[in-house]
């Protein structure tokens, strides 16, 4: 069989890659070595519960938003239902070591209230710092749709200042600033080892609105499939990839799945 192109990895990074270039008119071959498409991302049953391993909940998903004109791209909207989260407090931070919790809400006039009121004689850091995530976020052609493609602009992600720098400039109450880092629990860096303009692209969406999809990461994949198939992408299941051949000029020639099949 003869493809434009071949992906390997059926996560939700080569299925979205997939259903694009399919989309485009382009043959795609998907290989996964699982049995299934979206392994990690479909969840797994334990002793009757579900757990959601792969899809929580997600940010910019609001009507208009930036992850709801993607899935509406890519087809997926038709296939399932967003749930909005608690706009008073999507997630609960907690301070054991003081006993201090709080409720972190979305909507970035909402945000700053509830930051204002429990943090008097902060709100000039408060303002600055929203003000900077979106400003940061409205930059981004990945997040705004309207922002012009400047080269090398990413570069600020690894060579701007660290979260921790950053807000280390705008004000010195040490649980603001840990309230303010603890979503780097989201991309999974420390505030010293991330910076601030990659920080604000994860949490920027979020900050606009949070929604889970009922049914979780499993809804999800299932609409990928069907997708998917209704676009003609080839997939390849339960075969790990067990060789990759380039022709002498470097082009991708072959590829070998552990059946034998070529």
């Given amino acids: 069989m003869i493809h434009d192109f071949s992906i390997i990895g059926a996560g939700v990074a080569g299925m979205t890659a997939a259903l694009t270039l399919a989309k485009s008119g382009r043959s795609v071959a998907l290989f996964e070595s699982s049995d299934k498409i979206g392994p990690l991302l479909r969840g797994f049953n334990r002793k009757g519960i579900f757990f ?49 919790e709080f409720p972190f809400p979305y909507k970035y006039d909402r945000i700053q209230e509830r930051l204002s009121e429990t943090f008097p004689g902060n709100e000039q850091a408060i303002i600055r710092y929203l003000h900077s995530v979106g400003e940061s976020c409205l930059s981004r052609p990945y997040l705004n749709l309207s922002a012009s493609v400047v080269p090398l602009q990413e570069m600020r992600n690894v ?13 010195q109450n040490v649980l603001l600033k840990r309230i303010l880092s603890a979503h780097c629990f989201l991309h999974g860096s420390t505030p010293s080892e991330t910076t601030f303009f990659n920080h604000s692209a994860v949490v920027g969406p979020y900050y606009s609105s949070v929604h889970g999809i009922e049914g979780g990461g499993r809804s999800l994949v299932n609409a990928f499939d069907v997708e998917m198939k209704k676009a003609g992408v080839d997939l390849f299941c339960g075969n790990p990839v067990s060789q990759i051949q380039f022709s002498t000029d470097l082009a991708l020639k072959e590829i070998h799945v552990s059946d034998g099949r070529i």
Avoid: C, M, Q
């Fill in 159 to 171: 060579h701007g200042p660290s979260l921790n720098e950053f807000l280390d400039g705008l004000t």
């Fill in 52 to 100: 959601d391993t792969g899809f929580h909940y997600a940010g910019g998903l609001g009507d208009g938003e930036i992850l709801d004109i993607f899935f509406k791209y890519l087809g997926l909207s038709g296939h399932i239902r967003k749930e909005p989260f608690d706009p008073n407090g999507f997630d609960l931070i907690r301070f054991p070591d003081i006993g201090f």
